[in-house]
Structure formats: C-alpha cells, structure tokens
C-alpha cells in the first residue's frame, strides 16, 4: 500500500490507525500501559530490544536515558481500538521509523499475550500533514477529547448531557496526555516534547478553556477532524 502523505522533518503530522476489523487493541489496564511505556522507548534511535521488558518493571523505563529522539510527541489518546498522536519528525525518515518500531513491538506483545497471530492494526496508519496553525491548535483538543466518546457515543452530534461528568471522566482517564497538559506530575511526562510545538497555552488555566469551549460546542468540532469508530 502507498502512502499518500510524504513526511518532512521539522513538520508535523495527526497520526492514527485503528485495530483491523475494528477489533479492541486494548483489552485490560496491562495494555494500556505497555503501549505508553512503548511511546517512551521507541522513540530513539537506539533499537529495541522485546527482550529487555523481562527483568524490568514497566514504570523504570521511564528512567532510561535514550540518545536521539526520532520524532517530537506532542499530544497522544489510546482509545480502545484505535489511536491518535499528533507528532513532528526530528530525524530524517524518523516518524516512519518511529511508527513502525512502535506498532511492530505492541503487536508483538498483543499477539505474545493472547496467543493470536496476524496482522493487528488495519493497514498503514494514517497520517495528515498539518500546515495550518488553526487546525494544528485544534488538535490539542480534538485528540484530547476522543476519550469522552467512551460515556456519551453522540455529544458531537448533539451536545455533552452532563458536563460535569464528562470533566470527571478526563481527569481519571489515564492513557492520554490531557493529564500531563493538566500538570499532572507522573512518569508519563517524559513522552511529550512540548518545546517543539507552539505555546498555544500560556498555563493550565488556557489550556482547559480551550477543552471547555470545545465541550460546550460538540457539533461544531465534529466537522473538524477524521473520526475513527
């Protein structure tokens, strides 16, 4: 399959792909975590090595210094069968490398876990090239609030029922960046590199009236971005 969209270094690119058929990539908390952890580490020019997760705890990766960054990581949601990142490439023919280090190791371990073979992810994962500072800003909501879609499927269509409840649920989702966008001291902070990207918000304060405003106008922000069942 060719792709599309070339990539270039210093430009930044809405990355996602979705399980084949639809099917759930994540299926217990154990999941989740290996996929974030694997963010981390793939993001090198150093190879990885499946090997290396046996005599460590997940969290201590986190704690390895790596040399190159292969691409920046601005924001990233898993969703249960399916993910968003938003990156940029560092190095020449990085994002590539990156993408393909870090779904070739998950499905790996995915295949490994459940005793299954085959392919896991449906395709090439896609990728925008994003060359407009509007939509590049949107991103950071868009890809933030994907996880509400798990307690109300249609508040796109026709608006949030309960606001607070979905404010709730944000703020206990663990498997995204909207913690780290939120101060939230944890582990998880060394994926993103958020000198690379513009400083849309000043202070936690900003960024959460840009999550708000968008909350408040679902459909409007369904017309913006590709949305992934």
Known sequence: ???????????????????????KIFLDKGDYIRFIVLLYICNSTQ?????????KKLMEFFDLE?????????????????????LQEVEKGGLSLFMKKLLTAYSMYFNKKYQRKGVLFEGCFKAEHINEDRYLKY????????????????????GLKNLK??????????????LDYLGIER???????????????????DFWSEIFEWLSFGEDFSRQGPSLP
């Not at 920046?72 to 969703?79: D, P, V």
């Not at 409840?165 to 909207?178: D, H, I, M, T, V």
Request: proline share 5%.
């Open 47 to 55: 190879p990885i090595h499946i090997s290396n997760f046996e005599s």
């Open 187 to 205: 582990p998880q902070n060394k994926i993103l590199n958020l000198s690379a990207f513009p400083n849309y918000f000043e202070n936690i304060k």
């Open 139 to 158: 991103l950071f909501s868009y890809i933030h609030l994907n996880p509400v879609k798990l307690i109300d499927s249609k508040w796109k269509e026709r």
């Open 66 to 86: 790596k040399e190159r960054s292969l691409v920046a990581i601005g924001t990233y949601c898993l969703m249960p069968n399916h993910i968003h990142l938003l």
């Open 165 to 178: 409840q979905a404010k709730g649920f944000l703020r206990n989702y663990e498997y995204s960046s909207y």
């Open 1 to 23: 399959m060719l792709r599309k969209t070339s990539f270039t270094k210093g430009e930044n690119y809405h990355c996602y792909t979705r399980g084949t058929d639809k099917r």
